[in-house]
């Protein structure tokens, strides 16, 4: 059972619009900078964004927001090489640990 | 850009120990926290621990406290991960991340490529 929460999978077309949610606690996202995590068929995780910030490199059609213990990923203009596992993280106060979300498997239609 | 390479993953006998490096370079490794990331076959992301930037505190998974202990040597630009009484659950590919400040509790933006370790008779 994981600290936040992901949905199992999620699915989009091509220009879609699509959001991606990681519940948490006021331990964790609602006390923390998230950390969103991108996993193409398990290679080596890349980070596409980290609190508000943008990595050089990661295309501007995706972004971060937070809401009380919810935060999610939005990618704007689905594209096919979007297609990934995504992870959230975070850290956890009262567990005094980081936390990650189970994934969301992103599949583009 | 920066990068960041582990080595010392290979295939150990279960209580047996590993060394784990993360050789780090093109940025200032001794202002950031850096994190030891696992993840099993088949499975999701597991932190293991985290370090600050100083290694003055350390941070630890249960699934680990006690077996495992990270370091880093700030002159030589390396994290490390010993890990002892290696058990079959411990076995998953190895990544070191590292953080965007000081902070233990900041995301990551940059990762390694991995190391495996395999725990098996």
């Known amino acids: 059972q994981s600290a936040l929460t992901q949905e199992a999978s999620v699915s989009g077309t091509v220009g879609q619009k699509v959001t991606l949610s990681c519940t948490g606690d006021s331990n964790n996202i609602g006390s923390y900078a998230v950390g969103w995590y991108q996993q193409i068929s398990h290679g080596a995780p890349k980070t596409v964004m980290f609190?508000?910030s943008l990595p050089s490199g990661i295309p501007d059609r995706f972004s971060a927001s937070k809401s009380g213990t919810t935060a999610s990923l939005t990618i704007s203009g689905l594209q096919p090489e979007d297609e990934a596992d995504y992870y959230c993280?975070?850290?956890?106060?009262?567990?005094?640990?980081?936390?990650f979300g189970g994934g969301t498997k992103l599949t583009v239609l | 850009e920066v990068q960041l390479l582990e080595s010392g993953g290979g295939l150990v006998l279960p209580g047996g120990s590993l060394r784990l490096s993360c050789a780090a370079s093109?940025?200032?490794?001794?202002?950031?926290?850096m994190t030891w990331v696992r993840q099993a076959p088949g499975k999701g992301l597991e932190w293991v621990s985290t370090?600050?930037?100083?290694?003055?505190?350390?941070y630890y998974a249960d699934s680990v406290k006690g077996r495992f202990t990270i370091s880093r040597d700030n002159s030589k630009n390396t994290l490390y991960l010993q890990m002892n009484s290696l058990r079959a659950e411990d076995t998953a590919v190895y990544y070191c991340a590292k953080g965007t400040g000081t902070l233990r509790s900041l995301p990551f933006d940059y990762w390694g490529q991995g190391t495996l370790v395999t725990v098996s008779s």
């Open positions: 370090i600050t930037d100083s290694g003055g505190s350390t």
């Open positions: 093109r940025f200032t490794f001794s202002n950031y926290a």
């Open positions: 609190g508000n």
């Open positions: 993280s975070t850290w956890d106060y009262s567990l005094s640990a980081q936390v």
